[in-house]
């Protein structure tokens, strides 16, 4: 007999990231599209990967937005009470569907939070240059 595999096991000693990381690995290779320690991916099937996990991310992001009365649709027939622990299982599946993408490009944590860094100080920059300017107009 096969031996049972424990999904829901915690490996000791990783930290937060690595431990969503190897879990969503472990979900991945169970669903069987692809194992992500042996990818063997052309770039056609990392498109697809990609294209089906953000559209999945992007469905998802409409869940999170079901789970609060709406205030762009104020005649919202069935207006949901808040939950915020659905809220917070819906957003997780935005995070895993988007970690899922990550997988397939190989992006790790500490390139991701590089890049928003960078990403944050061009639009810290961007924001100062505009108020300098509309202050400047104003004078």
Do not use: C
Request: aromatic share 10%; net charge negative; charged share 35%.
């Amino acid at each position: 007999m096969a031996e049972k595999i424990d999904y829901h096991t915690k490996e000791p000693g990783l930290n937060w990231s690595q431990r969503i990381r190897e879990r969503q690995k472990d979900f991945q290779r169970l669903v069987g599209l692809w194992d992500p320690d042996n990818p063997q991916l052309t770039d056609a099937d990392r498109f697809r990967l990609s294209e089906a996990y953000l559209v999945k991310a992007a469905e998802e992001i409409f869940e999170v937005m079901r789970t609060m009365p709406s205030y762009l649709n104020q005649a919202q027939k069935n207006r949901p009470v808040f939950s915020r622990k659905r809220t917070l299982e819906e957003f997780s599946d935005v995070i895993l569907f988007l970690v899922n993408f990550a997988l397939v490009w190989d992006i790790r944590l500490s390139e991701l939070v590089d890049i928003i860094e960078a990403v944050q100080d061009n639009n810290f920059d961007k924001r100062a240059a505009r108020l300098a300017a509309e202050q400047e107009e104003q004078r």
